[in-house]
C-alpha cells in the first residue's frame, strides 16, 4: 500500500468515526430542538408555548429517571406537545437521545 493510499485510509477512518458521534447531535438538532432548543434549554419561542422541560437544569435532571426519559421519547407525553418517536426513529436513535439528553444537564446531575 502506498504512503498516499494509507493516509487517504486514515483520514476516511477518522471522518468516518466523528461522524457516527455527531449523528446524535444532529438528529436532536433535527427533530428536537425547534421545541427543547438546541442547547436544550427550552428557552425558544416555540418552548415557551409548549412549556418543555429545561434539560440544562439539574433539577428537572434529577427529577427525571432513564427510564422516564426513554418512555417519553418513544411514546410522546400525553395532553403535551411532546411527539412520540417509535415510528419514525429507531430503537438505537431512541437509546442514544436519551443519553444524549442527559449530557445537555450539568454534570454533577448525570444519573450514575
Ligand atoms: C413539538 C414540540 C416537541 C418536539 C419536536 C420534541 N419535544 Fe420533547 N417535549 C415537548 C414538551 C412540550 C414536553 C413536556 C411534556 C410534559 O411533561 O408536559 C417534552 C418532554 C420531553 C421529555 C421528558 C422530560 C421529562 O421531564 O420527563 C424528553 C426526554 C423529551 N421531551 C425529549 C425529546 C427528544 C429527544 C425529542 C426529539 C426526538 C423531542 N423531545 C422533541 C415538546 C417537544
Known amino acids: 500500500m502506498s504512503g498516499m493510499t494509507k493516509f487517504l485510509l486514515a483520514t476516511t477512518m477518522l471522518i ?20 427543547h432548543g438546541g442547547d436544550g434549554a427550552g428557552h425558544t419561542k416555540l418552548a415557551t408555548k409548549v412549556k418543555v422541560p429545561d434539560f440544562t437544569s439539574a433539577k428537572e435532571q434529577g427529577d427525571t429517571t432513564d427510564k422516564e426519559i426513554k418512555d417519553a421519547i418513544t411514546d410522546g407525553v400525553k395532553d403535551s406537545k411532546m411527539p412520540a418517536w417509535k415510528e419514525r426513529l429507531t430503537a438505537e436513535e431512541i437509546a442514544a437521545l436519551s443519553k444524549y439528553v442527559r449530557t445537555l444537564g450539568p454534570s ?3 444519573a450514575k
Do not use: E, I, N
Not at 16 to 35: E, H, I
Open 16 to 35: 468516518a468515526a466523528s461522524a457516527r458521534a455527531d449523528a446524535t447531535a444532529d438528529l436532536f438538532a433535527k427533530r428536537c430542538a425547534g421545541c
Open 108 to 110: 454533577k446531575s448525570v
